[in-house]
Structure formats: C-alpha cells, structure tokens
C-alpha cells in the first residue's frame, strides 16, 4: 500500500522559512515523479512543483518561483519543500502527491493527508 | 499556462440521479485530464486519467469522456458516498493546473 507521509508544517511569520518532508512507501519511489500541491482553506487545488526521478528536472508555479525549492533524496523515500521568504498568501494545507509515472506532466495517483502551513504575525 | 474551467461550480442532485460535469481546458490537451474527489477534511483522490481511464478501485458509476479541449465526469447514479467536491487536473504540461471544482450537495 502506498503511503505518503507529510510533516514539517506550522505557524510561522510572514518572511520566515520551513522545510516540509514527505515520506514515502509502499512503491519503488525512484519510479517516479513528485509533486507538491497546496490548497488554501476553503480553496481549490493549487499544484506548487515537481521533480524527476533523479532530481535532474524541476518545474515550480509561477507563485513559488524563487522562493520554494523542491529535492528529493531516494535512497531516504524521501521529498522535501523547502520554503523561504513565506507571505501570508502561502498559508495553505500542503499536499505530497505521487505521479502517475516517470512523465514530468502527470497525474497525482496517490496523495499524503496534508501538512498545515500558518503564515502570520 | 493552461487555465482548466470547470462548470456547474455546484449542484444539487438526489440520490440515484444522473450527474455530469463539464470541464474545459483554455488550450488543446489531447487526452491529458485527470478527475478527483474530495470529502471535506479529506485528500484528494484519483478517479479517472487519460480522460477515460478510471483508476483501480473506482466503482463503474463514474466515467469520463472527451478529448481536446472539452471533457465530462459522469456519475451514472449518485451514490450517498459520492457527495463531494469534483476538480479535473490537466497533464499535459507544466505547470499542472486544476478546475476550480465542482461541489455535488444533496437535494
């Protein structure tokens, strides 16, 4: 079975940093792609970024650009967000979220139950 | 970027009735959509890719169709347990972008 295990979130004040990890199971993690995706309270879905299998490719929303950045390490089933120069705006519940396949572009198959990002003063 | 339009943003339906939402995609994007559900307090789950390829598990109620620009969620008859929040994803290239969901309510 797969599981995506999501930690690292919290309260923290606008301009500040947090890391969030997502530990994988349950699949061949260096299989695939990894994606980020959030979801402000009461809000839709907003995807933040993906990585490649080997970490080579990473893709980010326009939102994030330069101030998040996305790794993984796969011999730990490990993906990370790291998140810098935080704004209000980025409050969201952060989702760890599988690929489809290998494909930079996919679908999400699998999803972690969230981890709570707070930014405020 | 490809922004994905997704219509009815609710509706209310009876159980054992027909449901279908439509999502469009601002750009051609073949067969490159994905359809979730999410119950409140819950993450996302994968119904259906590739337009009409429902996931393992899914029941048969569901279904998806189109290609292009033009795609539907079909729900053959609404189940107790269908009554959530519907977003389509498009795949076709970064960045990933979502529909802004539909919510299924009770009648």
């Known amino acids: 079975e797969v599981q995506l295990l999501e930690s690292g979130g919290g309260l923290v004040q606008p301009g500040g940093s947090l890391r969030l990890s997502c530990a994988a199971s349950?699949?061949?993690?260096?299989?695939?792609?990894m994606s980020w995706v959030r979801q402000a309270p009461g809000k839709g879905l907003e995807w933040v970024s993906v990585?490649?299998?080997?970490?080579?490719?990473?893709y980010y929303a326009d939102s994030v650009k330069g101030r998040f950045t996305i790794s993984r390490d796969n011999s730990r089933n490990t993906v990370y967000l790291q998140m810098n120069r935080l704004r209000g705006e980025d409050t969201a519940l952060y989702y760890c979220?599988?690929?489809?396949?290998?494909?930079?572009?996919?679908?999400?198959?699998?999803w972690g139950q969230g981890t709570l990002v707070t930014v405020s003063s | 970027d490809i922004q994905m339009t997704q219509s009815p943003s609710s509706v209310s339906a009876s159980v054992g009735d027909r449901v279908t939402i439509t999502c469009r995609a601002s750009?051609?994007?073949?067969?490159?959509l994905a359809w979730y559900q999410q119950k409140p307090g819950k993450a996302p789950k994968l119904l259906i890719y590739?337009?009409?390829t429902l996931q393992s598990g899914v029941p048969s109620r569901f279904s998806g169709s189109g290609s292009g620009t033009d795609f539907t969620l079909t729900i053959s008859s609404l189940q107790p347990e269908d009554f959530a929040t519907y977003y389509c994803?498009?795949?076709?290239?970064?960045?990933?972008?979502f529909g802004g969901g539909t919510k299924v309510e009770i009648k």
């Open positions: 750009q051609g994007i073949s067969t490159w």
């Open positions: 349950g699949f061949t993690f260096s299989n695939y792609v």
């Open positions: 979220a599988k690929g489809g396949g290998a494909a930079m572009a996919n679908w999400f198959d699998s």
């Open positions: 590739t337009a009409s």
């Open positions: 994803q498009q795949a076709n290239s970064s960045p990933l972008t």
């Open positions: 990585i490649s299998v080997t970490g080579g490719t990473i």
